[in-house]
């Protein structure tokens, strides 16, 4: 019989799948830029973040063809093609090939915004020839503490020799496809795929973590504190009380609390407080909706205690975040108008 038909399902109706890919939807890549340097020979690169990098931005390196290495904090990890390694906290890294190489700089060497193809510099002239897309993304779900607490400083996927029907290996392969034979228009597809590559590393980093006592993977499998947190994500702007939340989740209101701080370390009116600010935030950042609306939405009954809140949590006013937030958009889409 079909393991579907036999396996129990799970306790009410919360499935960590479904509520991981809801929290997944609500993911947004904000921007992203993307170059193609061809080293050859030995050669070393120092990955600091450059200061055309956005404070929030995700670095990575893919590798299109040939092998290489990446450096953090003294241990080595070799990169071979399809290899994707992303920095989620923009750590400083070296990445190079061989030993004793020359120092080179491609992101000094880019030339001027706005790019109407993607830029390829070549290094030397040796047969062993390296390609790697380089770039970074921006991803909105940075400014939500306990997705970001879920990730690493580094994350290395490889795709080569994955199945036919692994479509992230597909997509890198249509990436690297996009560099090698630009045509009118692939610097937005480009840009896509990209972020839908991005979704999907972010996806697995997930799915295949090491299971734990707290955190939020850990809260979303446990029966009652998902059945919460799929409440909470799936209806924010409801008027939610912990004796509500409780009642909903099948617990006590004091064992709901006690477990949540337990598994989560916050309190499930403090959880809905942080997520209504964050999705606060994507409006912001997103839209054109005005602040006093937004503040409603985030159960702020003024804008004054909406902005005291905001600021207290993002260090900023939110009509300050809002003009921050699109000068970084419009710095990311010039490099590649």
């Not at 340097?37 to 404070?55: C, E, I, L, Q, V």
């Not at 979704?199 to 979303?220: H, S, V």
Request: proline share 8%; hydrophobic share 40%; charged share 20%.
């Amino acid at each position: 019989m079909p393991e579907k038909l036999t396996r129990n399902p799970p306790p009410n109706g919360v499935a960590t799948g479904d509520l991981l890919s809801g929290a997944l939807r609500r993911i947004r890549i904000s921007g992203s830029m993307q170059y193609c340097f061809m080293p050859s020979g030995n050669w070393t690169t120092d990955a600091t973040p450059a200061p055309y990098k956005p404070r929030d931005a995700m670095g990575f390196h893919i590798v299109a063809a040939g092998t290489c290495w990446v450096n953090l904090d003294g241990e080595q990890t070799d990169l071979g093609k399809g290899d994707i390694a992303a920095f989620p906290f923009g750590s400083p890294h070296m990445i190079g090939a061989g030993t004793g190489g020359r120092l080179i700089d491609p992101g000094n060497d880019l030339p001027p915004a706005p790019w109407r193809e993607i830029p390829i510099l070549r290094y030397g002239d040796e047969p062993e020839q390296t390609r790697i897309l380089c770039g970074y993304v921006q991803c909105e779900a940075m400014n939500f503490r306990p997705f970001k607490s879920l990730l690493p400083r580094f994350i290395h996927v490889r795709t080569a020799g994955a199945d036919r029907a692994d479509w992230l290996a597909a997509t890198i392969a249509q990436i690297i496809e996009e560099v090698d034979c630009p045509q009118q228009g692939g610097t937005s597809v480009l840009e896509r795929l990209t972020e839908v590559a991005f979704l999907e590393l972010l996806r697995r980093q997930f799915l295949q973590a090491t299971p734990a006592e707290t955190g939020w993977l850990a809260a979303i499998a446990d029966p009652a504190l998902g059945r919460c947190l799929t409440l909470l994500h799936g209806e924010p702007v409801r008027d939610w009380t912990l004796a509500s939340l409780a009642r909903e989740s099948g617990l006590s209101r004091s064992t709901l609390a006690e477990r949540f701080e337990a598994v989560l370390g916050t309190s499930p009116i403090r959880y809905l407080r942080d997520w209504r600010l964050y999705l606060a935030s994507v409006d912001l950042r997103t839209t054109e909706r005005p602040t006093v609306a937004i503040g409603l939405d985030a159960g702020y009954g003024t804008e004054a205690a909406f902005s005291r809140a905001f600021s207290r949590h993002f260090g900023m006013p939110p009509a300050e975040w809002r003009r921050g937030a699109r000068r970084s958009r419009s710095g990311a889409a010039a490099l590649s108008d």
